[in-house]
Nanobody, 116 residues
Framework: QVQLVESGGGLVQAGGSLRLSCAAS????????MGWFRQAPGQQRGLVAD???????NYADAVKGRFSISRDNAANTVYLQMNSLKPEDTAVYYC??????????WGQGTQVTVSS
C-alpha cells in the first residue's frame, strides 16, 4: 500500500502563488503516475495535473500555463507549483498515485483558498 501526505495549502490573494507537496511512503516502488485532483464545494473531484515515471505531464485546460507539476522519484514526492491563482482555483486539493496494477491511493486533502 501507498500512503500519501500533502502539505502547502493555505490562503492566498488572487494572482499569488502556492506550492503543494505530496510525499509518498510504503510500496512506492510500484507507483507509476502521481498527480493532483481538486474538489470545490458542490462539484465533482477532477484532475488538475499528473505526471508519469517518464516525466510526461497532463494538465486540465483550466490550469494550463499557470500550474506546473513535477516529481522527485528519489524522494517519492510530487509537487504542484500554482501561479497566477484565481478565486475559482479554491478547492480541496488531493494527491493521487496510480500503481502499475492500476490501484489508486489518495491523500487526505489540503485546502487552497484564493481570495479576490
Amino acid at each position: 500500500q501507498v500512503q500519501l501526505v500533502e502539505s502547502g495549502g493555505g490562503l492566498v490573494q488572487a494572482g499569488g502563488s502556492l506550492r503543494l507537496s505530496c510525499a509518498a511512503s510504503g510500496s512506492t516502488f510500484s507507483i507509476d503516475t502521481m498527480g493532483w485532483f481538486r474538489q470545490a464545494p458542490g462539484q465533482q473531484r477532477g484532475l488538475v495535473a499528473d505526471i508519469n515515471t517518464g516525466g510526461n505531464t497532463n494538465y486540465a485546460d483550466a490550469v494550463k500555463g499557470r500550474f506546473s507539476i513535477s516529481r522527485d522519484n528519489a524522494a517519492n514526492t510530487v509537487y504542484l507549483q500554482m501561479n497566477s491563482l484565481k478565486p475559482e482555483d479554491t478547492a480541496v486539493y488531493y494527491c493521487n498515485t496510480v500503481d502499475q496494477k492500476g490501484h489508486n491511493a489518495w491523500g487526505q486533502g489540503t485546502q487552497v483558498t484564493v481570495s479576490s
